[in-house]
């Protein structure tokens, strides 16, 4: 059935002035547009929708989901974007890097909370409600701890100046990065739990009881925590370092709560214990600086005099006119008569202290010293020994 016609015109002619009496005529004009919606069906849909609230409540539950996830996209990959490329035109890359670690965890946030928003435009039990409410405060804690450790992974990149202002070791870096982000992850468990009405006291009150018998089962646990402790502390080598110990040789990589990671010079990776490293001599090849070059000749015993004089004098001068030698810590001394050799000592520094440059600089040292000994025709001595025998039996 069509509703009536909702335009109704009035025409009135005005008394002539014969005065003939006037003619009031009401006429009910069909409305045009009530008749197009009528056939389009819209006061069907009309109807039922009045009649199924519940299609009502979840078309508009749908509309609410679309319009933040729009809403998500739009703040993420057009207004964040602008600000990060913003600070990257400034220089700002640290806050460049925040807005980059903030983008997905608010894409996410956006999204779920178009979708608790929309749970409450549907018809769902009293029941339920104190349930969705708990998702919805454990959603924000776990978006703010998403957002602290994504923070936390960039800002373990600190900016030159940052770590020369606060003298921040590059060993120091991570073991604070991880150290942070068992706090976030920690605080963010116990939270969540007191959300869900979990006693929280009564746990760690029950850790204290127990705490003696988890303090006997984590001793190596705790012992290496302390180990890396001291080593942070007190620095003996930073990320990066060649060092040497009775245990192990190389270039430390990583160091964590409980082990360091150390690249040997075989390309091995080896994972030693913090207890280990603190407990042994460690030396720092890094931070020597210099790297000492020692060696010994022996040359026959039927060596003149004058040839031995002159092959030190040549090598000392050798090593004074090398660019990778420190000239004050030459020596270059006829030290010993050996067994079955003349011995030459030689002693110098090198300057560098990467194990590669060293190597070559060695390298190029002992040919120098081979052609020296060659046209001084003085030949090097091998172990061996001499039996003479005065009768025959």
């Given at each position: ?13 005005q ?18 547009m ?22 009502c ?5 749908l509309?609410?989901?679309?319009a ?5 996209k739009?703040l ?13 035109k ?6 460049a ?6 983008r ?10 178009g979708?608790?928003?929309?749970l ?20 924000v ?5 998403w ?15 940052i ?16 150290a ?17 009405d979990?006693?929280?006291?009564g746990f ?13 089962a ?7 925590l302390f180990?890396?402790m001291v ?21 430390v ?16 990776y ?13 030396t ?9 070059l020692?060696f010994?000749l ?8 004058d040839k ?14 090398h660019?990778?030698i ?5 020596g270059?001394?006829f030290e010993?008569?050996?067994?079955s050799s003349?011995d030459?000592?030689v ?6 202290s990467?194990?590669s ?7 190029d040292i002992n040919?120098?010293?081979?052609e020296?000994l060659?046209?001084e025709?003085?030949?090097l001595?091998f ?11």
């Open positions: 059935m069509r509703p009536p016609s909702l335009l109704v015109i009035r025409l009135q002619h008394q002539p002035k014969g005065g003939r009496r006037g003619i009031d005529i009401n006429v009910l004009i069909p409305d045009i009530t008749d197009l919606l009528a056939a389009s069906g819209y006061y069907t849909a009309v109807n039922f929708l009045s009649q199924n609230e519940w299609f409540s979840i078309l508009t539950a509309i609410i989901i679309l933040f996830w729009l809403l998500s739009l993420t990959q057009y207004i964040l974007a602008w600000v990060q490329d913003l600070a990257r400034n220089r700002l890359d640290f806050w890097k925040i807005f980059e670690a903030l997905r965890p608010l894409q996410i946030f956006f999204f779920g909370l979708f608790f928003i929309a409450s435009y549907l018809p769902i039990p009293v029941a339920w409600q104190g349930t969705i409410s708990n998702l919805l405060r454990s959603l804690i776990l978006f703010i701890a957002c602290l450790l994504r923070m936390a992974d960039h800002m373990s990149q600190f900016p030159d100046e770590k020369e202002k606060f003298n921040l070791d590059k060993i120091l870096i991570p073991f604070m990065h991880n942070i982000k068992f706090i976030i992850i920690a605080l963010t468990i116990v939270i969540i739990a007191q959300e869900w979990y006693n929280v006291n760690i009150a029950g850790l204290g009881l127990g705490g003696l018998a988890f303090a006997l984590a001793q190596n646990l705790l012992s290496n180990g890396g080593i942070v502390t007190e620095k003996p080598f930073s990320l990066g370092d060649w060092i040497k110990t009775p245990s192990v040789e190389g270039a990589e990583e160091i964590t709560f409980r082990s360091t990671r150390i690249r040997a010079f075989d390309q091995a080896v994972t030693v214990p913090n207890s280990t490293l603190a407990n042994e001599p460690i720092n090849y890094t931070r020597i600086g210099r790297r000492r020692t010994h022996g040359l026959v015993y039927s060596t003149p005099i031995l004089e002159t092959c030190v004098a040549r090598i000392k001068n050798l090593l004074k006119e660019p990778d420190y000239e004050e810590t030459i270059v001394y010993k008569f050996g067994d003349l030459l000592f002693d110098c520094f090198i300057k560098t990467l194990l440059d060293f190597m070559f600089v060695r390298h040919l120098k010293i081979m020296i060659a046209e025709q003085v030949s001595a172990p061996s020994q001499s039996v003479y025998v005065e009768k025959m039996p």
